[in-house]
């Protein structure tokens, strides 16, 4: 339904209505446009339904139009498409209640500078964010287990991104052709999986610290990254598949934390001069690396210490957190939900801190560990 409030020969101020079948299942929202502020506001209980190009949102003529979205305390989930292409819009107001986006939900919202994503939302769903080439600042809360394919594919003005502890995948695509994303963030701990293409084409990321806890690294997954210059590889990665750092042409070094290097069924570096990069090694494992396919085309290989494991000991017991380390370094606490507790200086060699009862996440420098507090 769309009524029109006119007064004598005033133009349209204002369409309104609900949606179609009042939402899905017991939901019941409200939608109105306001023209004189351009701003959209949904109101009532449950989520916004999906759309598409077939069935476009009641508001759709006015997307090129829109600057503000406010979306009210009631809403639990945006459908596919609810937004998109929005090229206006400019404020986006997303309420603590909401716990999905679905499918493309602010695609090709062109304008966006900014976006603040509430600690309810556990994944962000595919090409959520596609193509909002001014997006700039991106909060995501702690505990978000997944960012979708594509989520932020195509974000070209956004410089950096800090992913969120408890983070457990980067889906395929979901940073690719982020042109001006030269800093990215990772959890300290969680990240098992980056998936194919996910940072394809970032050319302006400088560095990748990637950390303790991960598993796999697809193909492609750093392709054309032309500005890294430094990889770091934890040990707990046991598969870089094709092309995973393809055409990083300004490489200068890759550490890695491997004692026993993987044999890699894949060419990983392709187009990247890897003869004039600096291959740094556990030490003692200099030869094991010269002997070995993919390894052995690194001309300039070192050794750093095993930092994971030289001097430094993590762990709780009786309600005590116990610290050895080999050097001063600083100290996080967080809840098993990924919410900072404490964070703190802690000296070289042996300390204690007493800790709540339950699980706690120990974050000392790039390590992390899981401990149980009784």
């Given amino acids: 339904m769309a009524l029109a409030a006119t007064l004598g020969s005033a133009t349209l101020k204002a369409q309104y209505g ?14 109105k446009y306001e023209t004189a502020t351009r701003t959209l506001t949904l109101t009532g209980y449950g989520r916004i339904p999906d759309y598409s ?5 009641p508001w759709a003529k006015h997307r090129a139009e829109i600057k ?39 695609a090709n919202c062109s304008a966006l500078p900014a976006i603040t994503l509430p600690i309810g939302v556990t994944k962000i769903e595919e090409g959520v964010f596609l193509n909002c080439s001014s997006l700039r600042s991106v909060t995501l809360p702690q505990g978000m287990q997944k960012v979708g394919d ?17 983070l457990r995948e980067i889906e395929k695509g979901a940073f690719s052709g982020c042109t001006s994303l030269a800093s990215v963030s990772f959890p300290a701990a969680g990240l098992t999986d980056i998936d194919e293409g996910a940072f394809y084409g970032c050319t ?5 610290t990637l950390p303790l806890g991960l598993r796999e690294i697809d193909k492609n997954a750093f392709w054309g990254c032309t500005s890294l210059t430094n990889v770091s590889i934890p040990a707990s990665v046991t598969e870089i598949k094709s092309g995973a750092f393809g055409g990083c042409t300004g ?39 010269r002997s070995m396919p993919v390894w052995n085309e690194f001309l300039k290989i070192g050794t750093v210490a095993n930092a994971e494991v ?65």
């Fill in 150 to 166: 594509g989520a932020f594919a195509n974000c070209t003005s956004l410089p950096s991104i800090t992913l969120p502890l408890g």
């Fill in 18 to 31: 609900p949606l179609p079948g009042g939402g899905y299942g017991n939901s019941s929202i409200n939608w």
């Fill in 68 to 106: 503000s979205i406010v979306i009210g305390s009631g809403i639990t989930s945006i459908g596919e498409y609810a937004f998109a292409g929005s090229s206006a819009l400019t404020s986006v107001q997303i309420p603590a209640g909401v716990t999905q986006i679905e499918d493309y939900a602010f």
């Fill in 251 to 289: 490489l200068r070094s890759v550490t890695v934390g491997w004692t026993v290097p993987p044999m890699p069924r894949y060419p990983i570096f392709p187009s990247v001069p890897v003869a004039n990069v600096q291959l740094n090694v556990p030490r003692g494992t200099e030869s094991t690396y």
């Fill in 310 to 374: 030289d001097g430094r000991r993590i762990y709780a017991t009786d309600g005590v957190l116990y610290l050895t380390l080999p050097k001063p370094e600083l100290v996080r606490i967080f809840d098993i939900s990924g919410r900072l507790l404490q964070t703190f200086s802690a000296p070289a060699g042996s300390s204690t801190l007493r800790l709540m009862a339950g699980y706690h996440i120990v974050q000392v420098g790039d390590t992390a560990e899981k401990v149980y507090a009784d």
């Fill in 204 to 208: 302006a990321l400088k560095a990748a």
């Fill in 53 to 57: 190009n077939l069935q476009p949102a």
